[in-house]
């Protein structure tokens, strides 16, 4: 992916994360399912999860509680990354 | 990540007040992205149809999202009432692991892309009775006056079927089709030629 490409890719996670207003997270698998609806359907759920991580690393989106299988992660969009989204949107 | 980029173009649309986006929402249900485009274009809302499909994609995972937190939540408080003894925290892995399950699931989307096709074909069917409606009465003022169809209309003993295939030959010539059911669901009678009596 080229900078840009990869920039709306995380603003496409961010998007789905942003969507979910639920008090619960959202897994690899389920980002990879929409953003491929948002623009992006050949992406690897490493790549997803990877990006996902870089994300969470900037503070923009957190993980939610485990659920009972400690190997499944699930995130939740934080109050930052509703600021950045609002901030490129408008 | 960069938060200084060109702002994107359903941007307009989100920030709207939420019964107005609601308000968008049911009418991209039932009409086309251009025909809404135009629609919020007459309040002085001008919006791309980029903008307009990427805001309604985001309002079908929103809700989406929504009905599955409502399942979720319904089914946690069945289990707290079976296993009262749950603590919270317990409870909340639970609906964690399930959500996670459902959010994985296309069907909800499939189901409301079928409903949604369902509205736009059942949309296409009204404008197409309404046309044939509005055909029909135009045929009617032309034809009223021509003297062949009176005597077909007027004639006595005749059975109604055999003088709507009369008028049939008289009106439409070589394009009529008596065989075919003729009413106000049928599609193609819109497409009928301009004719006139002659």
Redesign the interface.
């Known amino acids: 992916m080229s900078g840009l490409e990869l ?1 709306n890719f ?2 496409a996670l961010l ?2 994360a942003e ?9 690899v ?2 980002f990879k ?2 953003v491929a ?2 623009g992006f359907p050949d992406v690897s759920e490493k790549d997803v999860r990877r990006e996902l991580e870089y ?1 969470s690393e ?1 503070g ?1 989106l957190a993980e ?6 400690p190997e ?1 992660q ?1 995130w939740k969009i934080t109050a930052a990354g509703r600021d ?1 989204i609002a ?4 | 990540m960069s938060a200084t980029r060109k702002p994107r173009g359903d941007a307009k649309l989100k920030t709207l007040p939420e019964e107005r986006q609601q308000q968008i929402d049911d009418l991209l249900a039932s009409h086309t992205l251009k025909e809404v485009q135009a629609s919020l274009a007459e309040d002085g809302l001008n919006v791309s149809l980029q903008a307009l499909s990427e805001f309604w994609s985001w309002r079908q995972l929103r809700a989406q999202f929504s009905r599955k937190e409502t399942l979720v939540n319904e089914a946690l408080e069945q289990l707290k009432q079976s296993n009262p003894q749950l603590s919270e925290e317990a409870l909340f892995s639970h609906g964690q692991t399930v959500f996670g399950l459902l959010a994985l699931e296309e069907k909800d989307s499939l189901t409301w892309k079928r409903i949604q096709d369902a509205r736009s074909r059942r949309l296409k069917l009204d404008l197409d009775r309404q046309r044939f409606q509005r055909e029909t009465a135009e045929l009617f003022l032309k034809w009223a006056a021509d003297r062949r169809a009176q005597e077909i209309a007027a004639a006595g003993g005749v059975a109604q079927s055999e003088k709507i295939e009369r008028l049939g030959q008289l009106m439409f010539g070589d394009d009529w089709d008596g065989k075919e059911s003729t009413g106000p669901t049928r599609t193609g009678q819109s497409d009928a030629k301009e004719i006139s009596p002659k």
């Open positions: 920039e995380r603003h998007k789905v969507a979910n207003r639920s008090r619960f997270g959202i897994g698998q389920a399912l929409h609806n948002l994300v900037k923009l939610a509680a485990k659920a009972l299988s499944n699930f950045y901030t490129r949107e408008s």
